[in-house]
């Protein structure tokens, strides 16, 4: 059974930019968490996702932004890249509150 | 404000001696709780799930879970080289399934 997906796995952005990252749940898993991971925050809950419906949303600015299509391959979108958005950004398939996490996008911004 | 709550070590075992990883929460309707271990550079990986009090055991990893003290424990045993890492606690409550992370506990098994 293949994992979850993620990509890009790298990616470097300046200031200002937008980055879009795309998340492929475990085959069969309808749900779909994104997470943010610093070292000064640990890991922050951005949303979550389920038959393409956002069905929980944290505590992030609206330039944090995702979907989910039919698919439910999901993508997340940061818009006005500022220098704090750098981290690790973990896409989750989510089963009944156990998460599986795919690899990461490290996103770094200058 | 939920809030888990664990010691950021790191915690320093000799191989072969248990190691044991401590977590509070603050919500008292809380409902499950997990423990995900992470090696630098990669991403968490669910290693023991726990919803009723007592101990659950699943090979060398023992689980523990007190309600009335709002505490779960991770227990290893025969502690190995490979077991370092950082481990994080995760507590959800209120059926969202969307559980809350504590910052981690860093372990260190040295030989």
């Known amino acids: 059974k293949a994992g979850v997906t993620q990509t890009p796995r790298y990616l470097i952005k300046t200031r200002g930019q937008q980055v879009t990252l795309s998340c492929s749940p475990i085959s069969g898993h309808r749900s779909v968490s994104w997470y943010q991971q610093t070292p000064g925050q640990g890991l922050q809950f951005l949303f979550e996702?389920?038959?393409?419906?956002?069905?929980n949303k944290g505590n992030f600015p609206g330039r944090f932004s995702g979907r989910q299509f039919s698919n439910s391959r999901s993508e997340m979108n940061v818009s006005t890249l500022e220098l704090g958005d750098s981290a690790l950004y973990l896409c989750?398939?989510?089963?009944?509150?156990?998460?599986?996490f795919g690899e990461g996008s490290r996103l770094t911004v200058l | 404000q939920k809030e888990v709550e664990q010691n950021s070590g790191p915690l320093s075992v000799p191989e072969g001696a248990i190691a044991s990883l401590n977590c509070t929460y603050s919500?008292?309707?809380?409902?499950?709780f997990f423990w995900y271990r992470q090696y630098s550079g990669k991403s968490p990986e669910l290693i023991m799930s726990?919803?009723?009090?007592g101990d659950k055991e699943d090979g060398r990893f023992t689980a523990q879970l007190n309600k009335a003290s709002q505490y779960v424990s991770l227990l290893i045993r025969d502690s190995q080289p490979s077991d370092s890492a950082t481990y994080l606690c995760?507590?959800?409550?209120?059926?969202?399934?969307?559980?809350?992370f504590g910052r981690g506990t860093s372990l260190i098994v040295h030989p």
């Open positions: 995760a507590v959800e409550s209120g059926g969202s399934y969307i559980p809350t």
């Open positions: 989750a398939s989510t089963n009944r509150g156990e998460l599986f």
């Open positions: 726990i919803y009723s009090n």
């Open positions: 996702y389920f038959s393409e419906t956002q069905r």
């Open positions: 919500d008292r309707g809380s409902q499950s």
